[in-house]
């Protein structure tokens, strides 16, 4: 097992674990298999795959989705939790994935979808709030949506018998995402200077208020994708 932690998308995962993050990917894990997990962040669920077999070696390298240190036909399973929806090249990391895998090898992505969340109660601060937030998110590169285009990227890129299923977990509370959204938008605002300028401003406020608006439910949808080299 090789955990990667991909050198663009730095993001907390200290509460991430191999039980709720790979379950859909589990049964393809074996011993002496070749298993990668890019985007490993702090490793927490590349030691709990690893863990889940006797003798299994786990090891941690520092690369790009986009250029893994390993050689063609060389991985039997790639593994990738909340990668995609940050990548600037998905395509580009696609292609190399699929240059690592053995043929027949599984490639196993979890990919968020932030268009089908579910947010209760969703109201016009909540909109305002997250659409900063996206906003924020694509001028990094990424994409919230990732996990609603991503079965048609997978095949795109050259993987068939594509299949998908949908999860909802509640990874993290209504108040605390609140939270979140309002630091990261009053923090991009600090330093803002784009035309977008007011509508951080606008949806910072709204966030603020948000915030503040009282408890509801929070659950994210997960894409969890198979698909065979």
Known sequence: MCGVLEGNAPRARSARQAVERAVFAQPLFGPGMGCVDVGCGPGSITLGIGNGHRKSTVDFLVAEACALPFAEDSVDVLFAHAVFEYLREPGAALAEFRRVL????????????????????????????????????????????????????????????????????????????????????????????????????????????????????????????????
Do not use: I
């Open 102 to 229: 053995k043929p027949g090898g599984t490639l196993a992505l979890s990919t968020s979808d932030w268009s089908r969340a579910r947010l209760r109660p969703k109201t016009a601060n909540v909109d305002a709030a997250l659409r900063g937030h996206y906003l924020l998110w694509r001028r990094a590169g990424g994409d919230p949506f990732a996990g609603r285009s991503l079965p048609s990227a997978v095949a795109a890129a050259g993987f068939t018998d594509v299949r998908t299923k949908t999860r909802y977990r509640t990874d993290t509370t209504y108040r605390a995402l609140a939270t979140s959204v309002e630091a990261r938008l009053v923090t991009a605002l600090e330093t803002a200077t784009t035309p977008d300028r007011d509508q951080l401003a606008s949806a910072a406020r709204s966030a603020w208020s948000w915030a503040r608006s009282g408890d509801g439910d929070f659950a994210q949808c997960w894409t969890e994708l198979l698909a065979t080299r």
